[in-house]
């Protein structure tokens, strides 16, 4: 089983910057995709980005493409999602995901194992 924990959210205003983190457990972190989703109040829980395990790219969702950078480091077991030029619309909990030798990212099924959230909220 791997368990993964996020931080670093909190309340910041519009464009403004937040980093979260996702600590993961286990030996094989470096076997995992992962990625970040989102959820708002009321709505669906979508696909924000995610970093491959083959060899690190990069894939981020149109609506905060230029804004956010995720990356990883393997050593550490831990991903994170930089987040500039915050809008009120980023408003959500934030998700970190974990899917073993996994080659496709924008999805919910396309992972195995998701974190517990952190609030993300932004105010105008």
């Known amino acids: 089983q791997v368990q993964l924990v996020e931080s670093g959210g909190g309340l910041v205003q519009a464009g403004g910057s937040l980093r979260l983190s996702c600590a993961a457990s286990?030996?094989?972190?470096?076997?995992?995709?992962m990625g970040w989703f989102r959820q708002a109040p009321g709505k669906e829980r979508v696909f924000v980005a995610a970093?491959?395990?083959?060899?690190?790219?990069?894939y981020y969702a149109d609506s905060v493409k230029g804004r956010f950078t995720i990356s990883r480091d393997n050593a550490k077991n831990m991903v994170y999602l930089q987040m500039n030029s915050l809008k009120p619309e980023d408003t959500a909990v934030y998700y970190c995901?974990?899917?073993?030798?996994?080659?496709?990212?924008?999805?919910?099924?396309?992972?195995?194992?998701w974190g517990q959230g952190t609030q993300v909220t932004v105010s105008s």
């Open positions: 286990g030996r094989t972190f470096g076997s995992y995709a």
């Open positions: 995901a974990a899917g073993l030798y996994r080659d496709t990212y924008y999805q919910y099924h396309d992972y195995d194992y």
């Open positions: 970093i491959s395990w083959r060899d690190s790219r990069t």
